[in-house]
T-cell receptor
Framework: NAGVTQTPKFRILKIGQSMTLQCTQDMNHNYMYWYRQDPGMGLKLIYYSVGAGITDKGEVPNGYNVSRSTTEDFPLRLELAAPSQTSVYFC???????????????FGPGTRLLVL | LAKTTQPISMDSYEGQEVNITCSHNNIATNDYITWYQQFPSQGPRFIIQGYKTKVTNEVASLFIPADRKSSTLSLPRVSLSDTAVYYCLVGDVTGGGNKLTFGTGTQLKVEL
């Protein structure tokens, strides 16, 4: 199993450009998440999904959109890139089957985004 | 989600035991305590999780007192490869998903 994969690894965007960060997991997990991490800070939740066709906002959703058409894929869309979106973006997944136990989240390697 | 407080940084030497304490005064009844480790340029990795008393696995122990307002991650005999940021997280599964709230973590530096 590859686990959680993310593409691209690194990208430079100009202000106002758009892009999609790709995330795929091969563990058949129900739950998927997008986080951003600014330098020296902890991760902040952008969006999450509890299953195909279901998404919800996290702590910092403004400027981003997501979709979940399949169990495996959870792309993150930036429509109008701004310098404040310069960050490292991590995708994660968890099984979503334990019910009452907070499950382990498995993280991808991250996408480093620079907006100039 | 409960707010957590942990030291910004800690230094240690190889072979020593390291204890990182996390404070979570407003922990709720359904909350679990989870620790993640993050190396530079990598995503966080799960270390250990507990609800009360003591939990031990192959890499760490987690001590949780009866009032659950704090917890201590114990790393036995650390090595250089344990240099990383350690995050304490408190939360539950209510409200949908398994949402985690990350603080700034504790930067552990292990030296020879």
């Amino acid at each position: 199993n590859a686990g959680v994969t993310q593409t691209p690894k690194f990208r430079i965007l100009k202000i106002g450009q758009s892009m999609t960060l790709q995330c795929t997991q091969d563990m058949n997990h129900n739950y998927m998440y997008w986080y951003r991490q600014d330098p020296g800070m902890g991760l902040k939740l952008i969006y999450y999904s509890v299953g195909a066709g279901i998404t919800d906002k996290g702590e910092v959703p403004n400027g981003y959109n997501v979709s979940r058409s399949t169990t495996e894929d959870f792309p993150l869309r930036l429509e109008l890139a701004a310098p404040s979106q310069t960050s490292v973006y991590f995708c994660a997944s968890s099984a979503g089957t334990s019910g009452r136990v907070q499950e382990t989240q498995y993280f991808g390697p991250g996408t480093r985004l620079l907006v100039l | 989600l409960a707010k957590t407080t942990q030291p910004i940084s800690m230094d240690s030497y190889e072979g020593q035991e390291v204890n990182i304490t996390c404070s979570h005064n407003n922990i709720a009844t359904n909350d679990y305590i989870t620790w993640y480790q993050q190396f530079p340029s990598q995503g966080p990795r799960f270390i250990i999780q507990g609800y009360k008393t003591k939990v031990t696995n192959e890499v760490a122990s987690l001590f949780i007192p009866a009032d659950r307002k704090s917890s201590t991650l114990s790393l036995p005999r650390v090595s250089l490869s344990d240099t990383a940021v350690y995050y304490c997280l408190v939360g539950d599964v209510t409200g949908g998903g398994n949402k985690l709230t990350f603080g700034t973590g504790t930067q552990l530096k292990v030296e020879l």
